[in-house]
């Protein structure tokens, strides 16, 4: 499986970004697809899941209500739409995915065997 994360930019505070992460190769619906966050100086960090097989969505508390996890199926894509933007969500955003998650392990970045390339989200006060 390749992932593709594409969609970060520069934005002010208040603002709005949509990532999206493509999934070629053996990414079909057993695979749940997240994102994770680092910015410099920190760990990476959970931000939020899609499973596939029945849609249920996951967020990190520091992103809930501002963003959302969703996925196009037929085009094998992930998406996290962010809006009301805080300098505190610059990083780099990495999507990721993996098969066989429990709710006790879907933050866990350690868990997801297949990660895109990271893309720059930098928000500006």
């Known amino acids: 499986v390749q992932l593709q994360a594409s969609g970060g930019g520069l934005v002010q505070a208040g603002g709005s970004l949509r990532l999206s992460c493509a999934a070629s190769?053996?990414?079909?619906?057993?695979?749940?697809m997240a994102w994770f966050r680092q910015a410099p100086g920190k760990e990476r960090e959970f931000v939020a899941a899609?499973?596939?097989?029945?849609?249920?969505?996951y967020y990190a508390d520091s992103v809930k209500g501002r963003y959302t996890v969703s996925g196009d199926n037929a085009k094998n894509t992930a998406y996290l739409q962010m809006n009301n933007l805080k300098p505190e969500d610059t990083a780099i955003y990495y999507c990721a995915t993996g098969t066989g998650f429990i709710v006790s392990t879907i933050r866990q970045a350690s868990r997801y065997t297949y990660w895109g390339q990271g893309t720059q989200v930098t928000v500006s006060s």
């Open positions: 899609l499973r596939r097989s029945d849609r249920s969505t």
């Open positions: 190769g053996r990414a079909g619906r057993q695979y749940t």
